[in-house]
């Protein structure tokens, strides 16, 4: 693979780094609902999020791409 640009680098900072924060809120507002239906969503919506975070840290890793932060 090519090297990224600092610039595509600096947006997958920014993307996982927003995944991370979006799944913290998620993971908080789950807690506050109680339809089990509503709950059951939230819950498939936080796995989903995880994994859009474990296949950017993949790619991260694939191809060495080490000045970028963020995670679980």
């Known amino acids: 693979m090519r090297k ?9 900072t920014n993307l996982l780094k927003m995944e991370n924060e979006g ?3 998620a993971r908080g507002m789950q807690t506050l609902i109680s339809d089990n239906e509503l709950k059951k969503q939230a819950e498939a919506s936080i ?5 859009r975070i474990k296949g950017i840290q993949q790619f991260i890793n694939e191809n060495k791409i080490t000045n970028v932060e963020g995670g679980q």
């Open 47 to 51: 796995l989903v999020s995880e994994g």
């Open 4 to 12: 990224l640009a600092e610039s595509e680098i600096m947006s997958l």
């Open 23 to 25: 799944l913290a809120v």
